[in-house]
């Protein structure tokens, strides 16, 4: 091992954070705390009314369990460490924890993103194909999908964390950002990085823009079906359904492209930190409102959930 790693493994980063002005520390503090405790109540509470509700075991809900656990988990990632930088003055991290954020960074978001396509095809096949929904959509096709994304999730997660462990950072270890991220950190090393970056352009676009195609391609279809609705108050229904997925879809997915499919040479660390907060706060905190809050049903069950009663299959 060279000095340069020797270094590297002994001194810890420092995680800048959002800001230094200890006035808006707080103010951010005060937010993301709310933004946190909503989202992990909100997808909380989803997960354990699916587990409780016998009336909760459609395709749709199976599928929204594992997106609403991992919500949870990505949130959880970074934002704890993010208050806690934001109120005291240590804002070190070792590599070691630096590389293990990155691993369940990396394989969540992964995660997430192959879970909101496997959502997107559920709902095609129930809009488009509702008399074949069941069949087409059963608890042995929708575990495939489940199973696939936490498995490719891991080995890209592996992949990428394995690469970033052999970097040297000779220089800075001031991280420009509230938790160790990929671009940022290529940012500071002194190794040659062109092959994790070319490894971003190829395995990292197959699973983040193949299941933005995917729903972008499944929404396309639904839209086609609800125009053909004969009730003007069920396409309105459906518009505005369809509408708030595809914008947290598009505000998800948006931002980790911007953020993740660019040279690192061009990477902008305050255009970066405002870009992630929209991936790893705001929209899994939306994504229990998005999907399952407005729910009827699942708001019987929540309601049923809090007061104690015994939720049968009747309840919704």
Request: net charge positive; aromatic share 10%.
């Amino acid at each position: 091992m060279d000095a340069a790693n020797e270094s590297s493994e002994g001194t810890p980063f420092i995680l800048l954070g959002l800001t230094t002005n200890p006035g808006k520390q707080r103010l951010l503090f005060v937010l993301f705390l709310v933004l946190y405790v909503g989202g992990i109540l909100g997808n909380g509470l989803i997960v354990a009314a699916i587990r409780a509700s016998p009336a909760l075991h459609a395709p749709m809900y199976f599928l929204l369990a594992p997106l609403s656990f991992a919500d949870l988990c990505f949130t959880s990632v970074t934002v704890p460490k993010m208050l806690a930088n934001l109120m005291a003055p240590d804002r070190s991290i070792s590599l070691a924890g630096c590389l293990s954020q990155m691993y369940f960074f990396f394989a969540l978001g992964v995660t997430d993103s192959c879970l909101l396509a496997a959502m997107a095809y559920d709902r095609y096949v129930a809009i488009r194909h509702p008399l074949h929904y069941a069949t087409r959509m059963s608890r042995a096709v929708c575990t495939a999908p489940v199973g696939t994304a936490w498995l490719v999730s891991h080995i890209h997660s592996l992949l990428h964390i394995l690469l970033m462990a052999h970097l040297s950072f000779c220089a800075s270890h001031q991280v420009p950002h509230f938790f160790c991220d990929h671009q940022p950190l290529l940012r500071l090393s002194c190794s040659d990085t062109r092959h994790i970056q070319l490894l971003i352009f190829t395995e990292g676009a197959a699973v983040v823009v193949t299941p933005f195609l995917l729903i972008l391609a499944s929404y396309g279809a639904i839209s086609v079906a609800v125009l053909r609705l004969p009730s003007a108050s069920g396409r309105l229904r459906a518009v505005s359904t369809c509408g708030s997925h595809l914008a947290v879809v598009g505000l998800f997915y948006g931002t980790v492209i911007a953020v993740y499919f660019q040279p690192t040479s061009q990477y902008e660390a305050e255009r970066g930190r405002v870009a992630t907060v929209m991936y790893t706060v705001v929209t899994p905190m939306l994504n229990p409102v998005i999907y399952s809050l407005r729910n009827r049903d699942v708001q019987g069950d929540l309601r049923a959930l809090f007061s104690g009663r015994r939720i049968s299959a009747g309840d919704s």
